[in-house]
């Protein structure tokens, strides 16, 4: 079991339960007491959990109950696995939008804490996520989308054009070198494609049942994508499409000719943990 998937199971029983049993999760997932104590640490360190005492009680600081919908349990590991790649390979950046949809919620939630970091976002979820941490969260503000959770509407896109941001993340409900990015709502592609406007690079993080697809809001061009992260059930023919326009492409939990435990570009896979001490006898469970 990957290190990303025990958390996601600590988190779930922090909030049915508000109690971590280390010893029954440890039997639960199959793992030592040590693994979960590493976790449990890793999940402190990264924002998700505070400790009160004796390492045996906790409470969540970011709402987790916002990601837990029909809507985001869609292709959830892929979705998982591609925001963590983002969040762990992204260079730093001083000012960034980040947009709507489960994938960029996924980014959102393993993003690193950094002070000098600004996110804009119109995502309520991501806002949520973010908001308890180190650094600035500004909330675009207007009407909410009900099935979204994502602020519209002139208000909204007022206070895009505020900003400028070095970088967009953006999800998609579609995606092709011949439509573009597109968007199920209107007024929800209206923010999209103003975040665009406003920064100077793009990245879309979408899934692959989303690549050739086309939705009724156009969002943006494809040709205005400079990275799509995605993963390997994403057509070839359309990714070779998209490469055809200049879209660099990074496939999430391909394994490279290399060997195995290499991603497509040669690093490990997403999920794995990098800093992070092996057990002195190292268990068959670890990633």
């Known amino acids: ?34 693994t979960i104590r590493r976790d449990i640490t890793r999940l402190e360190r990264d924002g998700f959990l505070r400790r009160t005492y004796g390492g045996a009680t906790a409470h969540i600081t970011r709402s987790m109950e916002l990601l837990f919908n029909a809507r985001a349990l869609a292709n959830a590991p892929a979705k ?15 000012t960034m939008f980040v947009g709507i949809g489960s994938t960029a919620e996924q980014f959102a939630m393993f993003l690193p804490a950094r002070e000098e970091l600004v996110v804009i976002t119109g995502s309520l979820p991501v806002a949520s996520l973010l908001g308890t941490r180190r650094g600035r969260v500004v909330v675009l503000g207007g009407s909410v989308l009900t099935d979204e959770l994502a602020c519209v509407g002139p208000v909204a896109a007022a206070t895009v ?6 970088l967009a993340v953006l999800g998609a409900a579609g995606l092709s070198a011949a439509h573009g990015i597109t968007e199920l709502d209107d007024e929800a592609a209206e923010i999209q494609r103003l975040m665009v406007e406003r920064s100077d690079r793009l990245i879309v993080v979408a899934d692959g049942s989303k690549l050739g697809v ?16 995605t993963d390997s059930t994403a057509p070839s023919q359309e990714l070779d499409a998209l490469r055809s326009l200049g879209v660099e492409i990074e496939i999430v ?8 435990g290499t991603g497509a570009n040669g690093s490990r896979p997403a999920g794995e943990d990098r800093d992070e001490p092996a057990d002195a006898n190292p268990e068959s469970e670890e990633p």
């Open 1 to 34: 079991m990957l290190a990303v998937d025990r958390r996601h199971r600590i988190l779930e029983q922090v909030a049915e339960q508000q109690t971590i049993h280390i010893a029954e999760l440890a039997t639960e997932l199959g793992v030592s007491e040590m």
């Open 80 to 94: 998982r696995r591609i925001g963590i790649h983002l969040a762990e390979t992204l260079r730093p950046v001083t």
């Open 161 to 166: 054009r505020r900003y400028n941001a070095d």
């Open 214 to 229: 086309r939705t009724m809001a156009a969002v943006a061009a494809a040709d205005s994508i400079d990275t799509l992260v």
């Open 253 to 260: 939990g391909v394994a490279s000719p290399a060997g195995a």
